[in-house]
């Protein structure tokens, strides 16, 4: 006589056969993957400013009754920026240098300046500097650099023999040399102040300007501080207008 299991029976019989070919004995509960840590918010590094050229705009008087002394603060720069170039150039490159006219349209000429990327400003030694163009200046991140800085009382100063020499040699039609010797320093200091920085940007320019100048090692010529300056020396430029006051 044949005996047939009862659907019970048959029924736990299927739910064993199940568990022994999954493996599972009890469910387990799904696990949440762990967050991942939030990366810690690090302040990026500040770089140079600079693009590897030193560009600097000059705001000399052109036109008027200070033309004259616009045109020697002209070669003064022109002078400045040949030596500097003949050894060696700052971080390795010559100077560009972009004038324009104080005593023309100054909005025009600021704004002229500031699009074609300066990074530093000289501004005629003998006339101020009007508040909204400095204040247009600084908004550029440009360095500014008066060479009102370099004179003596008030006026600029005759310079010797031997500096109006050189000076003719950038412009031999000067007929005047006041504020030549202002602008050669001026722009002497600001290509050692990005030479100290290492940057030719005009926010790395700007807080250099007054320590190359106010150092306990006295240079008196390019070649000079920088002979200082790799001597690891903290320099004090006195040029042309000798000790700045």
């Known amino acids: 006589m044949t005996h047939h299991a009862s659907p019970a029976v048959m029924a736990a019989g299927a739910i064993a056969l199940a ?3 999954t493996g599972c004995t009890a469910s387990q509960p799904a696990r949440t993957p762990a ?4 990366p810690t918010a690090t ?3 500040v770089g140079p400013s600079g693009d590897g050229v030193l560009r600097v705009g000059t705001l000399f008087p052109m036109t008027g009754k200070t033309a004259v002394q616009g ?4 070669a003064g720069s022109e002078l400045a920026a040949r030596e500097i170039f003949e050894q060696g150039g700052v971080l390795g490159k010559p100077i560009e240098l972009v ?3 104080s005593a023309g349209e100054l909005d025009a000429a600021i704004t002229d300046l500031i699009a074609r990327g300066v990074d530093v400003v000289l501004w005629d030694a003998t006339t101020e500097i009007p508040k909204e163009a400095a204040s247009a200046i ?3 991140t440009i360095a500014l650099l008066p060479l009102g800085d370099f004179v003596r009382n008030g006026r600029a100063i005759t310079p010797g023999k031997p500096f109006t020499i050189r000076l003719a040699t950038a412009d031999p039609g000067l007929t005047a040399f006041l504020g030549g010797a202002e602008a050669y320093d001026g722009m002497v200091t600001a290509a050692l102040a990005a030479t100290v920085a290492d940057d030719d940007g005009g926010p790395s320019i700007a807080p250099k300007l007054e320590s190359v100048a106010t150092g306990p090692t006295a240079c008196a010529s390019w070649g000079e501080c920088l002979a200082a300056l790799a001597d690891k020396q903290e320099i004090r430029f006195v040029g042309a207008t000798g000790e700045r006051s």
């Not at 967050?35 to 939030?38: E, G, I, T």
């Not at 045109?71 to 002209?74: D, G, L, M, T, Y």
């Open 71 to 74: 045109a020697a603060e002209v």
């Open 35 to 38: 967050p991942s840590p939030s």
């Open 138 to 140: 600084d908004a550029a």
């Open 99 to 101: 004038h324009r006219n």
């Open 43 to 45: 302040a990026a590094p």
């Open 19 to 21: 568990l022994a070919l």
